[in-house]
């Protein structure tokens, strides 16, 4: 995933160093919660909490309560423990779907509900009671980054930025100009168009599409945004959704957790989970 930081400030040199600390925390959250490294929390969580408590950061423990908050409140369309499933489709080097009977294991099977954040002798812990548990956090995770990288602007007394994730996008303050930062929509038809522009300042917005991470296999798309009723990718081609809210995190869980859902349900769904949040661009 690919940072993008622009600050605006009289000074470089403090715009550079809070630029640094930015990237600083990025680079901490990354640390801590990717699941691609074994010494990570959600590594370390992944291989042993099965068979007993595994301590975590206190960031890490905050984000898997909110990942667990909005998979409640999502009727489970949002599940961050079906690393498994994930790695299954692994749509960045498939070229055709994985057996039927296997990722219909992780049908409906509201994985969260096997997950559990608690205290243990001061530390913050978490245990997997059902083996089918693998913690992924890659729908909300990137907006936590974001929301600490705009933290550690602020600390180094910046009021105006902007900071991109991989589309997980804050706006801080207003533009060079003054003005509210301009923020572009990628369209999922034609990478080179927008589909939509917004006026951002002082909030987040996160889009969800079919369009990245996928692969083809007749005329069906199977793209990394799984459908927890299936177990299988969304049926959809050409897709997104964008969300805006007050912080990145939650304009990621949103996005996901709506990806797909009709209009009315989508609503309805960041009205209990997401308050402040709302759709604001969608194919």
């Not at 801590?32 to 099965?50: H, P, Q, W």
């Not at 299954?88 to 070229?95: A, C, I, P, S, Y």
């Not at 994985?111 to 009671?129: M, N, P, Q």
Request: proline fraction near 4%; charge should be negative.
């Amino acid at each position: 995933t690919i940072a993008e930081l622009a600050v605006v400030h009289q000074d470089p040199r403090q715009a550079q160093a809070a630029i640094d600390a930015a990237l600083t925390a990025l680079h901490q959250v990354e640390r801590l919660m990717t699941r691609f490294r074994d010494d990570s929390d959600v590594g370390r969580a992944n291989l042993s909490a099965a068979r007993g408590p595994v301590t975590v950061s206190e960031s890490t423990a905050a984000v898997l309560n909110e990942a667990l908050r909005y998979a409640s409140g999502s009727d489970g369309r949002f599940d961050p423990c079906l690393g498994r499933a994930v790695s299954l489709w692994d749509v960045g080097n498939r070229t055709s779907p994985p057996d039927l009977d296997a990722f219909r294991l992780f049908a409906g099977q509201r994985l969260y509900r096997h997950l559990d954040v608690d205290l243990w002798r001061g530390a913050h812990v978490v245990r997997f009671d059902d083996p089918g548990v693998a913690i992924d956090l890659g729908a909300i995770a990137k907006g936590f980054g974001v929301d600490r990288a705009v933290e550690a602007l602020r600390d180094w007394g910046i009021t105006s930025a902007l900071v991109n994730v991989g589309g997980d996008l804050y706006a801080l303050g207003s533009s060079e100009d003054g003005d509210d930062w301009m923020v572009g929509v990628r369209s999922p038809h034609d990478p080179a168009s927008l589909a939509a522009k917004l006026r951002l300042s002082d909030r987040a917005v996160a889009t969800s599409g079919d369009y990245q991470q996928y692969f083809e296999t007749g005329d069906r798309r199977y793209h990394h945004l799984l459908d927890t009723r299936t177990g299988a990718p969304h049926a959809t081609r050409g897709a997104s959704i964008t969300v805006a809210a007050n912080t990145c995190m939650a304009a990621d869980a949103a996005s996901t957790a709506v990806f797909g859902a009709p209009t009315a349900d989508a609503e309805e769904m960041l009205r209990r989970v997401a308050l402040g949040a709302e759709v604001v661009h969608s194919t």
